[in-house]
C-alpha cells in the first residue's frame, strides 16, 4: 500500500471511529446500549482504529451483529467474525455474550434460523422494535461489493427480493464461500444509521453505478438500501470516488441522479 493511499485510508478509517463513537454516545445515553452490525470483507480493514479510541469506555454497553456471515467456523479465513475480532473485537472489552456470531458447525438453514431467534429474542430495551416490528439497529456499516451486492444479498438473488423474514440462508452464494446467512432489506432499511464504506480503485466503477444510475430493481442491491426512519451516509477515499460526477453535489438530495 502506498503512502498516499494509505494517508486516504487512514482518513476515512478516522471517519468511521468518529462516527461509531457518536453513535455509540448518543445510544448508550438514549438507551443504555448500543447495536452495532458489521459487514465483512474489506470493511473490517477500517475498524482496528476503534480499539485505541480513547473516547470509548463503556464496552460493556456494546452488542455486535453481522449483517451477514459465511457460514464456515469462527476461527475460518473466511469468517466476519474472526475479521472482526483480528481487527478489534479481541482487543477491547466487550463481553462474550454481547457478540453475536454465528451458530458453528450447523445446516445453512438452521444457522439462519437460529441468529434470527436470537434477534427475536433480544430484549426491545437493547434492540426496539419499529411500527412494523422490525428490529431497529443503532448503527450499520456495510460495504459493498463489485458487483453491488450488500451484505450477503446478490443481484436478482431471491434474498434480495425477499419482503419478510429477518435473517434468510443463502446456499449457492455467487462469491465464496457458497453457504452464507444474511439480514434481508426490510431489516437492513429499519437502521437508524447506515454507513457505507468503499475504498480503493476497485470499488469506482461500482460507486458510480450505485450513486449515479439507476439499474433495474433488483440489479444493484446497494440501491435499494433506503432507511425507511434512519439516516444513509458514503464514507469514500478519492480512489473510490473518482468516476462521480461531483459538480452540483451539493445540490444532491438523493441518489441515484434522478435528473
Ligand atoms: O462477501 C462479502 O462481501 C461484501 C463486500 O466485501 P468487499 O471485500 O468487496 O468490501 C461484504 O460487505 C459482505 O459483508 C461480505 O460477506
Given amino acids: 500500500m502506498g503512502e498516499t493511499r494509505g494517508g486516504l485510508l487512514a482518513g476515512v478509517e478516522q471517519g468511521i471511529v468518529k462516527a461509531v463513537t457518536e453513535a455509540s454516545e448518543a445510544a448508550i445515553k438514549a438507551k443504555g446500549s448500543f447495536t452495532l452490525v458489521l459487514s465483512g470483507g474489506s470493511l473490517l480493514n477500517f475498524l482496528s482504529g476503534l480499539a485505541d479510541s480513547k473516547k470509548i469506555s463503556s464496552w460493556d454497553k456494546w452488542h ?64 426496539p422494535r419499529n411500527s412494523d416490528g422490525l428490529p431497529v439497529f443503532d448503527l450499520m456499516l456495510l460495504g459493498t461489493g463489485p458487483d453491488g451486492h450488500i451484505a450477503s444479498l446478490f443481484p436478482n438473488a431471491p434474498q434480495t427480493a425477499a419482503t419478510s423474514g429477518w435473517v434468510l440462508p443463502v446456499s449457492n452464494s455467487p462469491k465464496p464461500p457458497p453457504e452464507r446467512i444474511t439480514f434481508t432489506l426490510p431489516v437492513i432499511n429499519a437502521a437508524k444509521e447506515i454507513i457505507f464504506v468503499a475504498s480503493g480503485e476497485e470499488k469506482a466503477e461500482v460507486v458510480q453505478r450505485i450513486l449515479e444510475i439507476q439499474a433495474l430493481p433488483g440489479a444493484l442491491p446497494a440501491q435499494l438500501v433506503r432507511p425507511s426512519q434512519g439516516t444513509l451516509r458514503w464514507f469514500l477515499d478519492v480512489q473510490s470516488a473518482q468516476k462521480l460526477d461531483i459538480s452540483n453535489w451539493e445540490d444532491r438530495k438523493a441518489f441515484p441522479r434522478t435528473t
Fill in 64 to 127: 455486535i451483529y453481522y449483517v451477514d456471515e459465511r457460514n464456515v467456523p469462527h476461527t475460518s479465513p473466511d469468517s466476519n467474525h474472526k475479521g472482526a475480532c483480528t481487527a478489534f473485537l479481541s482487543k477491547v472489552p466487550i463481553p462474550a455474550a454481547n457478540q453475536h456470531a454465528i451458530l458453528e458447525n450447523v445446516p445453512v438453514d438452521q444457522a439462519a434460523k437460529h441468529y434470527e431467534g436470537m434477534l427475536i429474542g433480544t430484549p426491545t430495551t437493547i434492540l
